[in-house]
C-alpha cells in the first residue's frame, strides 16, 4: 500500500512538472527580436518638413519603449539640429475619454547620431481606443506642431512587463521594466522606471511624474510547482541613479518563469506596496508571490 501511495504521489509531481515544462516551451517559443536596431514606426511631413518616429524594430509596444526623432527639411534635406523638440502621446478611450502615460516630453538632441531621444510608457494596447502623438519644434523662428495616429501592439517580452497599482497612499503608480531585454544565465542589471499618476485636472504632458528616491526590495522567484518556489543569491534592489531610473541586480540561475516580487518603499521608507514571500521551498506546489510583482520568461 506505502508502494503504491508513493507512486501517485510520484505520479502527480511527474505531471504537474510535464504541465510546466510544457507552459513554459509554449510561451519561450515566442520569438523576440534581438532589440538592437532602431526603425521608423512612421514618418510624418508637415509644414514642409519630415519627422520620422523610430523605435526598436519599428514597433511601439504596451510598456517602456525608448523613441527617437529624426527631423529634416525637406527644402534643403538639412537635419534640424538642436531644436527645443516635445513629444507627448496621447490615447483616446473608447467611451472618448483623454489620457496620456509617462513620457520624456522634452526630447534631449544627441549631437553625434542628430536624433531626438525619449521614451514613453503605453499604457494600453490599440485594442480598445485609439493612440496619436503629438509632435511640437521650432526652426528659423518658425513653429511647428505635427499630430499622428500610432499602434501600441502587445508586448511579448516578458522581460519588458509593466504593472500598475494603487499604494496604501492612495495614490497610483506605474512600474515598468527596462532592462534586461535578453537576460543571460547570470546576474543581469535590472532597470526600471517608477511613475505616478497625478491627479486628473493636470495637464496631460504632467499626467505622470517620475518618484524620486523610493526604493523597491527584491525577491526573485521561480513560482512553479516544479520550481519549487526558490529564489537566487546576490540580488540587489533597485535604487534610483540620475537618469531617474531604478538599478538593481537580478541573478537569473536557469532559464524559466520568474517572479520579480516587489516592495515598494517611499523616500521616507514606508512601505507603500508588496508583502514578504515564505522562504519555504514548496515542490508540487505554485509558489506564493508578493501583492506587487511582476512576471517574466526567457
Known amino acids: 500500500m506505502r508502494i503504491l501511495t508513493w507512486i501517485v504521489v510520484l505520479f502527480l509531481f511527474t505531471t504537474a512538472c510535464t504541465i510546466d515544462k510544457t507552459d513554459y516551451e509554449s510561451e519561450s517559443n515566442i520569438t523576440n527580436p534581438e532589440h538592437n536596431e532602431f526603425k521608423e514606426v512612421v514618418s510624418i511631413q508637415k509644414d514642409n518638413y519630415t519627422i520620422s518616429l523610430e523605435a526598436l524594430n519599428g514597433h511601439l509596444y504596451k510598456g517602456y519603449n525608448e523613441v527617437r526623432l529624426k527631423i529634416t527639411d525637406a527644402t ?152 519549487g518556489n526558490h529564489s537566487s543569491p546576490n540580488n540587489k534592489d533597485l535604487v534610483q541613479r540620475e537618469d531617474k531610473f531604478y538599478y538593481g541586480v537580478v541573478n537569473y540561475t536557469m532559464t524559466g518563469n520568474w517572479t520579480l516580487n516587489f516592495i515598494m518603499l517611499n523616500q521616507h521608507g514606508r512601505i507603500l506596496k508588496g508583502t514578504n514571500v515564505p522562504s519555504d521551498f514548496t515542490p508540487g506546489v505554485e509558489g506564493k508571490k508578493s501583492e506587487l510583482h511582476i512576471d517574466t520568461l526567457f
Do not use: H
Not at 521614451?119 to 480598445?128: A, G, I, K, L, R
Open 76 to 227: 534643403t534635406k538639412q537635419v534640424v539640429e538642436n531644436a527645443k523638440v516635445t513629444f507627448l502621446p496621447i490615447y483616446t478611450t473608447a467611451e472618448g475619454k483623454i489620457e496620456s502615460c509617462p513620457n520624456l516630453y522634452d526630447l534631449v538632441y544627441d549631437k553625434g547620431e542628430k536624433v531626438y531621444k525619449g521614451f514613453s510608457v503605453f499604457t494600453q494596447e490599440n485594442t480598445q481606443g485609439d493612440w496619436k502623438v503629438e509632435i511640437t519644434f521650432k526652426d528659423k523662428n518658425q513653429s511647428v506642431k505635427a499630430s499622428q495616429l500610432v499602434f501600441v501592439e502587445k508586448q511579448n517580452n516578458k522581460n519588458l512587463n509593466m504593472t500598475s497599482f494603487r499604494g496604501i497612499d492612495n495614490e497610483d503608480y506605474i512600474i515598468a521594466l527596462v532592462a534586461p531585454i535578453k537576460p543571460k544565465v547570470a546576474e543581469n542589471e535590472l532597470v526600471a522606471g517608477i511613475y505616478k499618476l497625478n491627479a486628473e485636472n493636470s495637464s496631460l504632458k504632467d499626467a505622470y511624474t517620475v518618484v524620486d528616491n523610493y526604493t523597491l526590495l527584491l525577491d526573485p522567484r521561480m513560482p512553479e510547482p516544479s520550481m
